[in-house]
């Protein structure tokens, strides 16, 4: 842990939508109240945990049994997956989806003004991230709070030669049955289908997708999602920017079984629709520019 709980306070000020706890000795999560919505974000890898719009359950799914715990991925909210997406392209060996899931960041301000909580945290490289990656950058993560969660990544290239990114914000939404939803935006788009060798070619999407079986997809694809959930009454949409591909993932039965920090019948319970740049949407930064991925999610009334 980086920032002591009295930096974080110190941070916050005055204002009274925001404190931080520490349930897991070295493990600090942000409560935010900005009042139409709470949420919850974990210090390590500025990772969204909790976002409930007033009287509605959680948006966000997390698994009962993630490890709060330094230096272990949280199973469930928004992981930030970077600066590779799922398995390093050329070595194995390096941690799935990237460094900085498992890190913990910088908060640098957190205000409060018009209803919309804004909290800003960074990460800057480290002798061991150079290891695994060995470019100069500084990325930043943006949360705003209010009726909508919006979590903005920018990559800056402050080194002397370009470099590819690709990554994810990996969100795990919460459903009441993974059998009673159905997702509309990537009607009409290909995807690589991650189930089959890699090399295969891409499948046409005809219809909207409904999911009773594993899947693990990448579309491409620019389009806002709606993700309808027959059985909560609710539909969430899912808004994308800098994004040119979307994820889309549920392990399923057996892969579940696989997932020491899942519970086996959880897999009916959420569905990760990623904004990405993944598979052949993989930006190049070149020095002194920056790449923003986005996403914003939202309730609306089911029609
Ligand atoms: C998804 C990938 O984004 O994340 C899947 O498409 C992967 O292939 C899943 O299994 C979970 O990854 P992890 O490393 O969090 O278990």
């Known amino acids: 842990m980086n920032q002591t709980i009295a930096q974080i306070q110190e ?12 349930e897991n000795p070295g493990f600090p999560i942000i409560e935010v109240n900005a009042g139409r919505s709470t949420a ?5 890898g500025a990772q969204v945990l ?12 997390v698994s009962p049994k993630a490890k ?17 997406f799922n398995a ?6 390096k941690p799935n989806h990237g460094f900085v899931r498992n890190q ?4 640098e301000s957190a205000e409060f003004e018009y209803n919309m909580a804004t909290l800003v945290f960074t990460f800057a490289p480290t002798a061991e991230t150079k290891e695994l990656w060995p470019h100069d950058f500084e990325l930043t993560a943006t949360v705003k709070i209010s009726d909508k969660l919006k979590v903005r990544l ?7 030669e370009p470099f590819q990114i690709t990554s994810a914000l990996h969100t795990y939404l919460s459903v009441g049955d993974i059998e009673r939803i159905q997702l509309e935006g990537v009607k009409g788009s290909h995807y690589i289908d991650q189930l089959l060798p890699a090399g295969s070619e891409e499948i046409y999407q005809e219809k909207n997708v409904i999911i009773n079986q594993e899947i693990d997809r990448i579309y491409s694809s620019m389009s806002s999602l709606l993700l309808r959930d027959l059985d909560r009454s609710r539909a969430v949409f899912v808004d994308k920017a800098g994004s040119r591909s979307t994820v889309v993932w549920n392990p399923w039965k057996e892969k579940s079984k696989a ?11 959420f569905v990760c629709i990623e904004a990405c740049n993944a598979g052949r949407d993989r930006p190049t930064v070149r020095p002194n520019a920056s790449h923003t991925l986005e996403t914003t999610i939202g309730l609306r009334p089911l029609q």
């Open 104 to 107: 913990f960041w910088n908060l």
């Open 259 to 269: 997932l020491a920090d899942l519970p086996n019948n959880d897999y009916k319970e």
């Open 50 to 61: 909790s976002w409930m719009p007033t009287d509605h359950p959680d948006v966000l799914y």
């Open 11 to 22: 941070i916050f000020g005055d204002s009274t939508a925001f404190s931080v706890s520490e």
């Open 154 to 160: 920018s990559t800056k290239n402050i080194g002397e």
């Open 40 to 44: 919850q974000i974990a210090l390590q």
């Open 68 to 84: 709060m715990e330094p230096g272990i991925a949280v199973r469930g909210g928004i992981p930030i997956c970077w600066p590779w």
């Open 88 to 93: 390093h392209p050329d070595d194995p060996s």
